[in-house]
């Protein structure tokens, strides 16, 4: 602003002047030693000026005739001054592209400093394309600015000027320059329409054909709205503002170039940051910079899953890391189970040979039940660890879902087997013997009686009674 620069400030217009005032205000708050004055001859002496530097300005309606005699005046004193005059009376034309200083920021307009006797006011509207952005959001006192020349009213003595549409203008060149050399743009997805997207680069919309929309088909592209995307121009119409747009090109190369990158550096066991592209009933694909590889369902969970979307979301970043390479079909098996969760390092921080511990039977085979002593982590209890007598199978001492104390006799961690009992837990039987009767105990000693005499007789042995008798 030409009152920040100079040591004295000249405002020449009528003192019934609204616009002269203010403008002298404006001066007066900037330059300390300001005038307002109808004449350069109302200022009186102009000796007490030399070797100042004094600038001089004029109301809008403030005659010609008045500023051509103060420049006729300061011709007389100093050449310099007839300079800076003959700068601030400069014709501007709608039309033009004039730079200024933002001497006013409301909630309305901006008011500009331009460097003549009239001041630029850019209308809110005209600041920028977004619409909830304010004034007070894009400038501040004392930025520098260019406008585009909407409208010149010497009457009211404003020039309305457009920051908007001179962006637009430059934004209209930037795209011919990208058009031509191939260079890649960033713009915004807003909108499905028929056969394609609609991009929004800065204040233009851009056209995608859906054929182009991506590297690859999409079969619903509304997946895309939302997102800030890279594309090239591919056509451009400057009469019909029409520009068409390519995404699928720019992907392409770019996916090239990553996977170049990726297979330089890959091998086993190298995490990554993913991102899940799509699922199957097997698997979840995962895009690990610019290559998919394939987490198997059996991966994604330690638990048992019906399928991956269980554990997993087309778009979701997920860690990975690398667990086996084809390298001839370039194929990529990638492993996704965090070790610290896995069920059986936690088991065998836990459990231990001896210890009794609740479990649920959820298997039968034939020869035994598996029970889940806890979550995914099984043990096996033997048929003849069932119970303490033969069974023949089972399910003839156990049911699915049954909760039963078991003691844990053997643990194999290497080959994740765990042996289970319940007999071991069960009382030792005693064999029962059976006391016989009086009445068989009496025939007992007459039938063992007998026997003694026959086999006395048998070996010529006389018996007690014999020698009684005798």
């Not at 056209?207 to 991506?214: D, E, I, K, R, W």
Request: a negative charge.
């Amino acid at each position: 602003m030409l009152a920040g620069e100079v040591d004295v400030m000249v405002v020449l217009g009528g003192q019934n002047s609204s616009n002269t005032q203010k403008l002298y205000q404006i001066c007066k708050g900037v330059c300390p030693e300001a005038y307002c004055a109808e004449s350069i001859e109302a200022l009186g002496d102009l000796e007490r000026f030399r070797n100042k530097r004094v600038g001089i300005t004029a109301g809008a309606s403030t005659p010609a005739v008045i500023i051509k005699e103060a420049i006729n005046k300061m011709e007389n004193q100093d050449k310099d001054f007839a300079t800076l005059l003959e700068e601030s009376l400069k014709a501007i034309n709608t039309g033009d592209v004039v730079t200024g200083t933002v001497i006013e920021v409301g909630p309305t307009e901006v008011v500009v400093d331009l460097g003549v006797k009239q001041d630029g006011v850019i209308p809110a509207s005209e600041i920028s394309d977004d619409p909830s952005l304010t004034p007070e959001d894009i400038v501040k006192v004392g930025d520098e600015i260019q406008g585009y020349v909407v409208r010149v009213n010497d009457v009211e003595g404003k020039i309305t000027l457009s920051k908007k549409r001179l962006d637009s203008f430059k934004t209209w060149d930037a795209i011919e320059a990208a058009c031509e050399n191939g260079d890649i743009l960033e713009g915004k997805v807003n909108g499905v329409v028929n056969g394609g997207i609609i991009i929004t680069y800065k204040s233009f919309r851009v056209f995608v054909p859906a054929s182009l929309a991506n590297d690859r088909y999409l079969t619903d592209l509304n997946e895309l709205v939302g997102k800030v995307v890279p594309f090239k121009v591919l056509e451009l119409n400057k009469s019909r503002k029409r520009i068409v747009g390519n995404i699928k090109t720019v992907l392409v190369a770019q996916k090239q170039e990553l996977e170049k990158a990726f297979w330089e550096a890959a091998e086993v066991g190298k995490k990554y940051t993913g991102i899940v592209k799509s699922l199957t009933s097997f698997g979840a694909f995962v895009d690990i910079g610019g290559v998919d590889g394939l987490v198997h369902i059996s991966e994604l969970s330690w638990s048992r899953i019906k399928h991956p979307s269980d554990v997993v979301s087309v778009g979701d970043s997920i860690e990975v890391y690398i667990k086996d390479i084809a390298e001839d079909s370039k194929k990529i098996s990638l492993g996704y189970k965090n070790p610290l969760e896995n069920p059986w390092e936690i088991a065998k921080s836990k459990l231990n040979v001896g210890d009794v511990v609740s479990a649920k039977i959820v298997r039968m085979l034939p020869f035994g039940a598996f029970a889940e002593i806890m979550p995914t982590v099984d043990g096996l209890i033997h048929i003849s660890q069932i119970a303490n007598k033969r069974i023949g199978k089972p399910q003839d001492e156990l049911s699915i879902g049954q909760e039963v104390d078991v003691k844990i006799v053997d643990i194999d961690w290497e080959n994740k087997k765990i042996a289970l009992s319940i007999r071991a837990l069960l009382p030792v039987e005693e064999p029962v013997v059976e006391e016989a009767p009086a009445e068989a105990a009496e025939e007992m000693t007459s039938y063992t009686e007998e026997v003694s005499d026959t086999i006395g007789d048998a070996l010529g042995v006389e018996t007690e009674e014999a020698a009684t008798e005798e």
